[in-house]
């Protein structure tokens, strides 16, 4: 794990940036694996990873930190990203893999009421891919907005969004 963490920070090459977020994302599968990856302070290197220009690069950095964000202290450093990612989510091509990644990022990371507030201003997106997305991405986005919806402080932000 530490070699390939150590591979993504020394290669700029988007194959191999690729298979080693694949793999690392595979390996977050196991939660020993989990708390290891942040020791190794890779959920940084994994999120250093959506700023890059290559879409299925920044693909394969979501699905990583998504199966990453499966442990409470992981979603405390992955939340960082939170407005990044919805920020990808609205600038994606509607119902590509890079969009519902984000998604399901978002999913997650929405599961507790603790970082909801860093996706209100995502909402009226949310609401527009709704009524825009393929079915994939419909089930995807009324996900998050079920987790939203489960917190009454989002009440007013869910009726009041502009579509």
């Known amino acids: 794990l530490q070699k390939l963490i150590h591979l993504l920070q020394a290669t700029d090459d988007p194959l191999i940036q690729e298979q080693a977020l694949i793999t690392l994302s595979n390996s977050a599968a196991f939660s020993v ?18 700023s890059d220009c290559t879409p299925k690069v920044k693909e394969k950095a979501l699905n990583a930190l998504n199966n990453l964000s499966m442990n409470i202290k992981n979603q405390e450093e992955i939340q960082v990203y939170i407005i990044q990612v919805c920020s990808n989510v609205e600038s994606a091509p509607l119902n590509s893999d890079l969009q519902l990644a984000a998604l399901r990022l978002l999913t997650n990371m929405s ?41 009454p402080a989002m009440t007013r932000h869910l009726l009041r969004a502009q579509v």
């Open 33 to 50: 694996n989990q708390d290891i990856i942040r020791n190794l302070d890779g959920l940084s290197v994994i999120g250093g990873m959506l």
């Open 111 to 151: 599961v507790t009421s603790d970082y909801h507030h860093k996706m209100i201003n995502s909402i009226p997106c949310f609401l527009h891919l709704l009524s825009e997305g393929t079915e994939r991405t419909q089930t995807q986005v009324l996900k998050v907005l079920v987790n939203l919806s489960a917190n």
